[in-house]
């Protein structure tokens, strides 16, 4: 991998910011180790309904699980039958409040809004929101500025009481600027969780007997990924295809070799050596792609 590879990789392909748009769904079975942060959550959500709006707010870094957290509460049953809208917008970094307004009105009604004007928007939303209880995730939310949030959140107000609003950050300081008074902090995965993750990820048959060496390295690889869920995810996905004892410890060995530090971007060890598996063809496809901004139609 030449010089200009690296640099593109760093800077644009595994940014945690240049992340896809994210979606409400995910199968329950598919996620690991999360059930009692699932069961606080929903507590928390449909507790006391009372108050006109409150915010929720999951923070922790990145790779963590909060966005799969966050799938998981909104499928739950207890939540669907508490809100009687619910409404899964991903964020990123542009919180631009016309396209916000935008997202939720086509979400809550089915119908494109690409209305710009403020006034137009906050016609519509008060409209879709009606004295509904509703459920809004703000998924994946960098934003600092109050006054953003104060302009989004003054066009949310006409929902029924005991309406909810629950976001994921990576970002304490956003929390506090959302009026959040404690947000809940996602944890690691146990080594339970991380193993049965792994064992998911590499596709593991059930009641097949493992060979006890790949056992023993497998066990040290997910040591590596100290509970990272993402991190576990990708070192599974590179081991699904490799059966060899030699390939296991090779990719062991290049955990330790690859330690990433002080990378503008904070890329993970375990992401940069799933780009380090890929054949050379692909490296190639996957640095030329990169070179495009995110978002791109090219």
Known sequence: ????????????????????????????????????????LVQMLIRDTSYEIAVVSIVSMGGM???????????????????????????????DVPKLAGKIIHTASGENCDHTNIEVLQQRLRKELGQKRYLLVLDDVWNEDFQKWDALRNMLLDGGEGSRI???????????????????????????????????????????????KLLEIGQEIVKKCQGLPLAIEVMGCIMHCKSEESEWQAVLENIETWKLQNTQNEIIRELWLSYVDLPTHLKKCFAFCSIFPKGSQS
Request: glycine share 4%.
């Open 1 to 40: 991998m030449n010089e200009f590879n690296l640099r593109v990789v760093q800077n644009n392909s595994i940014s945690w910011r240049n992340r896809p748009q994210t979606h409400s769904f995910v199968r329950e079975s598919r996620a690991i180790g999360r059930d009692e942060d699932k069961d606080k």
């Open 65 to 95: 699980g909060k966005t799969t957290l966050a799938q998981l509460v909104y499928g739950d049953e207890r939540i669907k039958k508490q809100f009687k809208l619910r409404i899964w917008v991903c964020v990123s970094d542009d919180f």
């Open 166 to 212: 629950l976001v994921t950050t990576r970002n304490e300081k956003c929390s506090r600027v959302m009026g959040v008074q404690k947000p809940y902090f996602l944890s690691r995965l146990s080594e339970e969780s991380s193993w049965n993750l792994f064992e998911q990820k590499a596709n593991f048959a059930v009641g097949v007997p493992k060979p006890p």
